[in-house]
């Protein structure tokens, strides 16, 4: 399916007066931005629509239009939200015309944003304006944020978690990111629970300098949560340990 079809297909759907559930599967087609941009379109005026999935990998997204992406946020009285973007073209261009829009869904009570590692590039800088935007949404209470596409050190890292702790209402946050620069580290999956666990991880992992002090340092942060993942990944290493 290319745009057109996309284009023709949203135009139907959005005559129903009463959906309030959508999910698109749409990987391994030819869309461009312009099919994203008339799905948007289609859905400016619905007030009903509550649930929003869309799965976009493999598609020709990403090379004319920076502003399509936000046409993905098809209205702002979303209580969930969940974007694939999957493999396309996306830069930052895209990502800060996304986080602009994005900051407007304040009913949204889950969140779900997945990047492909393989061809997104984004900066700490559009990373921080997307986090910067998510605070903004109060009522939300899962998120889960796929940002293996930033290449980034522990540092930067710690400038992004402060901007996520002003999210009041989480119960659920799960982040993931590719390749932290920890020295002598390995690959690693944390799942936290209570503060009682994250203190138990930190004594048994201490090995690991600079992730223990990620952790140290993140505790008041990250222990308020109910569950939490933190996940580091890396091109080369064998999948991800799972410490429960």
């Known amino acids: 399916m290319g745009s057109k079809g996309l284009s023709g297909f949203a135009q139907g759907l959005s005559k129903s007066k009463s959906l309030q559930n959508l999910t698109l599967i749409l990987r391994n087609n030819q869309i461009e931005d312009e099919g994203i941009l008339a799905l948007g379109q289609s859905f400016a005026d619905n007030l009903t629509l509550k649930s929003f999935k869309i799965a976009l990998g493999s598609n020709k997204i990403g090379i004319y239009d920076d502003t399509c992406l936000a046409a993905l946020v098809i209205s702002k009285n979303l209580i969930n939200l969940s974007i694939d973007f999957g493999i396309n073209l996306i830069d930052n261009r895209y990502l800060q015309q996304f986080s602009s829009k994005l900051k407007n869904c304040l009913n949204l009570i889950s969140l779900e944003l997945l990047f492909s590692s393989k061809f997104y590039c ?23 944020i796929n940002l293996s596409v930033l290449h980034i050190e522990n540092k930067d890292l710690m400038s992004l978690l402060p901007i996520l702790a002003n999210c009041s209402n989480l119960v659920l946050f799960n982040i993931q990111i590719l390749q932290l620069n920890f020295s002598n580290s390995k690959q690693i999956c944390i799942k936290f629970n209570n503060k009682k666990q994250l203190d138990s991880i930190r004594k048994r992992y201490s090995i690991f300098g600079a992730l223990d002090k990620l952790i140290e340092k993140s505790n008041s942060f990250l222990a308020k949560y109910k569950e939490l993942k933190l996940m580091t990944l890396s091109n080369c290493e064998p999948p991800p340990t799972i410490i429960e």
């Open 122 to 144: 984004f900066g700490v800088k559009e990373a921080q304006n997307l986090c910067y935007s998510i605070i903004q949404m109060k009522k939300l209470q899962r998120l889960t």
